[in-house]
């Protein structure tokens, strides 16, 4: 699997934990996850923590992977001052460009204790394989 490669998301991420700017639709947040083989299968984990599973959108298009949720912030009384609010809120987004290798077609998704695991099997013809030699019997050349 490829992913997407910026050389300022990582800088733009400590900028907004430093700043504590949330994520908007037009520039959203960079969400942490893991990504391995397992079987025949990769899977994807996000971290979505507080995340509800009807503000998450999967989405993809050719070898293009787009996942993003939004984290709005939890109702509060009217008369609640808030001390300390450390929990980013906003838009999270991440895309991953797949392998030829992944079967797009049969990707599913669970979400479960705020983290989205994606798995997406990998094709039949990415699968190894073994090759049969066919023996040659040797022809004498007379002239």
Excluded: C
Excluded at 57 to 77: G, H, S, W, Y
């Amino acid at each position: 699997m490829l992913m997407r490669t910026d050389p300022f998301r990582e800088f733009d991420r400590l900028a907004q934990q430093l700043l504590g700017n949330a994520g908007t639709w037009s520039k959203p947040s960079t969400m942490p996850m893991d990504a391995y083989r397992e079987g025949e299968e990769y899977v994807i984990a996000f971290d979505l923590p507080g995340v509800s599973a009807e503000a998450i959108d999967i989405d993809v298009q050719r070898n293009m992977l787009t996942v993003k949720a939004e984290r709005r912030p939890a109702a509060k009384a009217d008369d609640a001052q808030i001390e300390l609010s450390e929990r980013p809120l906003g838009v999270f987004s991440r895309q991953l460009v797949l392998a030829d290798t992944l079967d797009t077609e049969h990707i599913s998704a669970d979400y479960d204790a705020g983290v989205l695991t994606v798995r997406i099997p990998v094709t039949e013809r990415a699968k190894p394989r073994r090759i049969a030699v066919g023996g040659t019997s040797a022809h004498q050349i007379t002239g």
